[in-house]
């Protein structure tokens, strides 16, 4: 259970039953008073060797934009929902545009605002449509501290043409698992070979719980996928990788394996990461491999063409070996 070092809070939270529920639930939490969630100085002075030490930290305000992002993947629209960030660090997380203002959780509580917009949107619509209410922080971990996809999912379950999906890292779904869902969600998990989430994915589920979760997830109705993601390509990354999908083939369960989709993503990187990264964890692994990364755009890298080519060609090969009868939805 997550308890924070201490909470910024904007005033207006008071006025929000989460924001209530929060500040007396963290009650004896040390608490500072900020103006905006999205500009908080005393954040923005710390080094980058903070930047673990500023995840301990919660901050809870009000969202203010709820502007849909339209989306051609596993999804209709990206939606801002009830959280940005994450407490945990992994070290390529895209989360991390500036780490003095994305780096730590922050919490909204005007949680009937957001839903409502999903719910209208939805009601009004003549065709189904998904929303992608994950894609700023890890709600299964979220729920741990605010309830919010509990929430979620319990006023959901009857709106017409709606569908929501989430990805995650963390494998604590007990919480969701005897809710009545309608076969409305879809929760995609995130999976890397052990060595990889080991090094890499500080803070996470392990590789075995993620398997064991998703297996849960199934057996209690919900449409689970499987996100391989983000692929590193280390030096041994064939024979990780090879394990990965060798371990996901022995331990999914049969209804899982019926059924389950996978998105596969190559790492994107960048400056910041690399910089951050350098002085807050100093004896990680190095994820820039100049050998085999480009440019892509303002300060940011991704793999070489043949590499990506040759990643592509592993996966689908192996995939198609182990799982014959599942989509990949999408190599990227």
């Known amino acids: 259970m997550f308890k924070p070092d201490a909470i910024y809070f904007e005033k207006g939270i008071i006025n929000y039953a989460l924001g209530k529920e929060l500040m007396e639930k963290y009650k004896e939490v040390p608490k500072i008073e900020i103006e905006n969630h999205n500009n908080i100085e005393e954040m923005r002075k710390k080094s980058n060797k903070d930047f673990p030490y500023m995840k301990k930290n919660l901050i809870i305000g009000t969202r203010k934009t709820h502007k849909f992002v339209p989306n051609n993947k596993t ?5 801002p929902y009830t959280s940005s960030g994450c407490i945990a660090s992994c070290l390529y997380c895209y989360l991390v ?15 009937e605002e957001m839903l409502e917009k999903i ?25 741990t501290i605010t309830g919010n ?7 959901f379950q009857n709106v017409n043409n709606g569908f929501l999906t989430l990805p995650t890292k963390f494998d604590m779904v007990d919480d969701i698992l005897t809710l009545d869902h309608k076969g409305k969600v879809t929760i995609r998990v995130s999976v890397n070979p052990s060595e990889i989430i080991n090094k890499v994915e500080f803070g996470t589920s392990n590789l075995s719980n993620r398997i064991i979760a998703v297996n849960k997830l199934k057996e209690a109705g919900y449409n689970v996928g499987i996100l391989v993601a983000p692929v590193i390509f280390v030096d041994n990354w064939q024979n990780l990788y090879l394990e990965l999908i060798q371990k996901l083939n022995s331990e ?18 960048s400056y910041v990461h ?21 440019g892509r755009g303002m300060g940011k890298y991704w793999y070489k063409n043949d590499i990506r080519e040759e990643g592509k060609k592993f996966f689908i090969d192996n995939m198609h070996k182990f799982f014959p009868n599942n989509k990949i939805e999408y190599i990227v």
């Open 75 to 79: 999804s209709d629209f990206l939606v």
């Open 97 to 111: 545009c500036n780490y003095n203002k994305c780096a730590y959780l922050r919490l909204f509580v005007n949680r």
């Open 119 to 143: 719910i209208r949107t939805a009601n009004k619509s003549d065709k189904k449509l998904v929303f992608e209410i994950g894609s700023n922080s890890d709600l299964i971990l979220e729920n």
């Open 149 to 155: 996809l509990k929430w979620t999912i319990e006023n």
């Open 252 to 269: 999914l369960s049969d209804k899982v394996k019926k059924d389950v989709f996978f998105e596969i993503i190559f790492m994107t990187y």
């Open 274 to 294: 690399s910089k951050i990264n350098e002085e807050a964890f100093p004896n990680a692994i190095n994820l820039y491999d100049k050998s085999k990364m480009t």
